[in-house]
């Protein structure tokens, strides 16, 4: 993943960012989920059902109707985002497509139904009597709650997590029949809402697609969720959903994750880099490919051959554990576009006194750092050099989570660059990630300088501290 990828996100965000935006207050309601670890606040989010029961039964094969009749679950779910939370951001500058959509479902197709400029709360109440649906993008940039649910999520999965809430009034439908390329997680916060699910036309979707009426067939799942019930469904999977009568508004979350994760993405980030690293030590891949072969039309079987001979010896050296893997660009993706950690909030600036070479020291927020080896030839006539780079989130926008280029002129961390050291402080790193507490002296570096300037720069960054 060289870059971020706008338009492969469009279902998990609108393209562009917003301005800095007054948050809406937090609520008091106390919350049924475990958020003490990524781990438990997962469990608690799909229970009864048991995490390993959900990968190996659920997890990009089928959907799962969880029914809540707890209302204290409810009452959570309804205190994430409802109607009233987005009058009053209205006074925020929202703006249309930015952050918001008005949207509804004619003859099987999307209208949008967008104004230019900002929002106004009259608006808003006026599309909803009009039966049109309100998306209100990436909530999470103003709900402290939902900060802090979906970086729990996003350390989880190990991958980023976006976000959508849509209002729909009664007897009306947002959204015609499609399916998206992300794994979904739908939280009921306000109302009812039916739910129709079809199987998909091509199983774990790589994109979205609107699908017509007359190819989807009839529905495999068809029921109501109510305030607390959760639903998940693959990617792929093609939905539909509209509020029933006798319901003033329903109000539901998506949660959507997994989106350009899959195996055929990682190949295609690492297989370059390993080639390119294997080419350097053997000459057969150095050796020029037969005249003409660009001007053929298709390969010969010889050509075919030699291909399948390369494919098969990096596949066994993987096998071996003799050449390196690593999806550095993916890595430096999903770090530098995630959400900071919740707790930064209540933690400003450095914590803790500076590291001696007499300390304990740990490192903090391991889920939120990545350590890759990078190249760089800063002339075409000079070797090209290697160094090991430490890319972490603790400086990423929580405004700007998910929504593409920064605005405003506003600055983040240099993501590009990382902290850099010399390729001899790999280990070091390593190490340092893998204790839970680590004497200053006892890091992998020859001389106490090194060690000492290598505890101060992580944390100077605020990814370590002193015991």
């Known amino acids: 993943m060289p870059k971020k990828r706008q338009v492969g996100r469009r279902n998990m965000a609108e393209e562009a960012s917003p301005s800095k935006q007054s948050r809406v207050t937090s609520s008091q309601t106390r919350s049924p989920l475990g958020l003490q670890s990524p781990e438990s606040l997962f469990e608690s989010l799909i229970q009864p059902v048991g995490t390993e029961q959900f990968f190996a039964e659920y997890w990009e094969k089928k959907p799962l109707h969880l029914q809540r009749s707890d209302p204290a679950v409810a009452s959570y779910y309804q205190s994430l985002f409802q109607l009233a939370d ?10 249309f497509y930015r952050d918001i959509n008005i949207v509804r479902c004619v003859n099987g197709k999307k209208k949008v139904l967008n104004k230019e400029g900002y929002v106004k709360n009259g608006s ?5 009597k009009h039966k049109a649906s309100i998306q ?15 970086e729990k999520l996003e350390s989880f999965f190990g991958a980023l997590v976006g976000s959508n809430v849509y209002i ?7 959204l015609p029949p499609h399916y998206d390329d992300v794994e979904v997680f739908i939280l009921q916060l306000e109302g009812e809402k039916r739910w129709r699910l079809y199987n998909p036309t091509i199983p774990l979707a790589a994109e979205y697609n609107v699908e017509s009426v007359d190819r989807i067939g009839s529905p495999t799942h068809d029921f109501i969720l109510k305030t607390g019930d959760l639903l998940y469904f693959p990617r792929g999977t093609i939905h539909q959903a509209e509020t029933p009568a006798g319901v003033p508004h329903s109000t539901h979350l998506t949660l959507s994750t997994y989106q350009r994760m899959s195996w055929g993405d990682l190949l295609s980030d690492a297989f370059p880099v ?7 030590t053997e000459v ?3 050796e020029g490919m037969p005249r003409r072969l660009l001007l053929a039309n298709g390969s010969d079987v010889n050509t075919n051959r030699r291909l399948a001979a390369i494919l098969r010896a990096v596949a066994d050296d993987l096998e071996e554990e003799v050449q390196k893997f690593s999806p550095t660009h993916m890595k430096k993706d999903f770090i530098s576009n995630r959400l900071p950690p919740y707790c930064l909030q ?3 600036g450095l914590s803790g006194r500076m590291p001696a070479l007499e300390d304990t020291v740990f490192l903090q927020f391991k889920d939120h750092m990545v350590i890759t080896v990078e190249s760089c030839q800063q002339n075409t006539d000079e070797a090209t050099e290697q160094f090991v780079c430490v ?4 400086k990423n926008s929580r405004e700007n989570h998910m929504m593409g280029e920064i605005c405003d002129g506003e600055q983040q961390w240099d993501h590009s660059a990382g902290l850099r050291f010399s390729l001899s402080h790999i280990q070091a790193l390593r190490q340092l990630l893998q204790s839970e507490q680590l004497p200053v002296r006892q890091i992998q570096l020859p001389e106490d300088q090194d060690k000492l300037s290598l505890s101060l720069a992580l944390w100077s960054e605020g990814l370590l501290q002193v015991l």
């Open 124 to 128: 808003l109440i006026s599309n909803l």
């Open 86 to 95: 987005l009058q009053s951001l209205c006074s925020q500058g929202l703006q």
């Open 346 to 348: 209540q933690l400003p």
């Open 136 to 150: 209100f993008h990436q909530p999470q940039r103003f709900k402290d709650e939902l900060w802090r649910i979906m």
């Open 274 to 280: 390993m080639l390119f690293d294997r080419s350097r």
């Open 284 to 286: 057969s891949l150095r």
């Open 168 to 174: 729909t009034p009664e007897q009306s439908q947002g």
């Open 391 to 394: 890319f972490h989130s603790l």
